[in-house]
């Protein structure tokens, strides 16, 4: 079962530190939008800087990853990340 996320209040400065921090978990966000499959986890992206939204689409776990993480866990990973960088849950999220 994959999820979609949302987030807003994510400033450029803020979204270029959020995907500096995946990159460092071996998730590479190359650009505002496209595709991501490493490591076993894998969905859609879309970074909108004038609305300073973020939303996640079609995310899923998958092995390897799913050897070490659950997708509630991602969720709530990817949440605090978002958070620690100024950004929050889009209301309505759950």
């Known amino acids: 079962?994959?999820?979609n996320l949302q987030y807003e209040g994510l400033k450029p400065e803020a979204?270029?530190?959020f995907r500096s921090k995946l990159q460092a978990y071996g998730i590479n966000l190359s650009n505002n939008s496209g595709?991501?499959?490493?490591?076993?986890v894998s969905g859609k992206y879309n970074y909108n800087s004038e609305?300073?939204?973020l939303?996640?689409?079609d995310v899923s776990v998958g092995f390897p990853a799913s050897m070490m993480i659950n997708l509630d866990t991602l969720q709530k990973?990817?949440?605090?990340?978002?958070v620690q960088h100024g950004g929050?849950?889009?209301?309505?999220?759950?």
């Open 88 to 94: 929050r849950p889009k209301q309505g999220m759950v």
């Open 51 to 53: 609305t300073e939204v």
């Open 55 to 57: 939303e996640l689409n």
């Open 35 to 40: 595709s991501f499959s490493e490591k076993g």
């Open 77 to 82: 990973r990817l949440t605090e990340t978002v």
């Open 15 to 17: 979204f270029d530190q």
């Open 1 to 3: 079962m994959a999820k």
